[in-house]
């Protein structure tokens, strides 16, 4: 509890300092970040160490998501889901502001599967859709499970 009272005076200090100033202004030397194309993508420039944060800002692709199933009912599990995203939303901005149309959101599809330790298992996907510049949108999804509860 001690802690949180320094924390919270600090807090405080800085909210009048922000209301007493007025609306902060993000500088003005801000530079434009450059693509990233290919195995740069999911490493930082700086120190070429991995980083998905370029990768996660601008989903275009495929994306693994892994599963880690740790509920006592079905035993341990794992499974996987793959997303797939046919742009990024910038991307998609920049074509449909080209083209003359409102924004388009970016097509998103995925597959998912998991098995767990007692013999449950299960299997999904599903795809997102627009059509004719963003005026239909459509999703369909599909999916199985085998659930083995006591």
Not at 69 to 90: C, D, K, M, N
């Amino acid at each position: 509890m001690g802690l949180r009272l320094p924390a919270l005076a600090l807090l405080a200090t800085a909210a009048k300092q922000v209301f007493a100033q007025g609306t902060v202004e993000p500088p003005a030397t801000q530079t434009e970040p450059t693509e990233r194309t290919g195995r740069a993508r999911f490493f930082d420039p700086d120190d070429g160490q991995l980083d998905l944060s370029y990768f996660l800002e601008n989903p275009r692709g495929f994306l693994p998501i892994p599963i880690v199933i740790t509920e006592p009912a079905v035993g341990y599990g794992a499974g996987v889901a793959l997303l797939y995203f046919r742009e990024s939303i910038a991307g998609e901005m920049e074509k449909s502001l080209a083209r003359g149309e409102r924004m388009a959101v970016p097509d998103i599809g995925g597959v998912v599967a998991f098995k767990t330790a007692n013999g449950s298992q299960g299997l999904g996907g599903g795809y997102f859709g627009t059509l004719s510049g963003d005026r239909v949108r459509y999703l369909g999804a599909i999916a199985k499970a085998e659930l083995n509860l006591d």
